[in-house]
Structure formats: C-alpha cells, structure tokens
C-alpha cells in the first residue's frame, strides 16, 4: 500500500480535525495528491490538491477558506476546521500522475478514514 490514510473521527459541528496520509513509493514533482470524500449514496467528491514539487493548492468551492492541504516530506496533511455536518464522509487520498479534480485522473488511492460531524 503507497498510501495510507488517517485521522478520521467524530468531531462536534465547529470543530477541528487534521487527516494525514502517508505517501510511499517515489512521487515525481509533476504529481499531484489529492483528498477526496464519499458520502453514503452519494459520488466520490474533490475536496484538495497539492502538487508535489511546487506545492501549489487547489480547493473544492465548499472547502475553501475553511480546509488546508499541505504536504511535509512524504506526508500530505488536510486540516479541516469550521466543520459542518455535510462535511460527514470517509476521505481518500489519491496520488495522480498530474493535478486532477476527478477520481479517474489519480491511479493510486489509500483506503478511506471516516470523518463524523455532529450537529
């Protein structure tokens, strides 16, 4: 497994979480990672992306200006605060040859953390 995710757990709306995933292999500097959702019934979800040499980001609109994607060494961390209980999902990340915002563009993916927003 190249990609392992962590972090998830049950948070009151408000609240703060940070998820990890932890990326093995070697990762080109044109890659990109990424953190995707999936609700229960619904498609898996872009939430962010960094590219992994220029460490350029990229935001889903309903994430903006409350979730963080950064990466350090071979880690890429999404911290989310002002959670919401529609931020309810398990999360993925993905590593893609390129920046993506679909599933189909990232080839590689760890298994889900599930995140749990009360209200």
């Known amino acids: 497994v190249q990609l392992q995710a962590s972090g998830g757990g049950l948070v009151q709306a408000g609240g703060s979480l940070r998820l990890s995933c932890a990326v093995g292999g070697r990762t080109f500097s044109s890659a990109a990672v990424g953190w995707f959702r999936q609700a229960p019934g619904k498609e898996r979800d872009f939430v962010a992306a960094?590219?992994?040499?220029?460490?350029s980001t990229y935001y889903a609109d309903a994430v903006k200006g409350r979730f963080t994607i950064s990466r350090d060494y071979n880690t890429v961390y999404l911290q989310m605060n002002s959670l919401k209980p529609e931020d309810t999902a398990v999360y993925y990340c993905?590593?893609?040859?390129?920046?993506?915002?679909?599933?189909?563009?990232?080839?590689?993916w760890g298994q889900g953390t599930l995140v749990t927003v009360s209200s």
């Open positions: 993905a590593r893609g040859a390129d920046l993506g915002y679909a599933p189909a563009d990232y080839k590689e």
């Open positions: 960094i590219r992994w040499g220029r460490r």
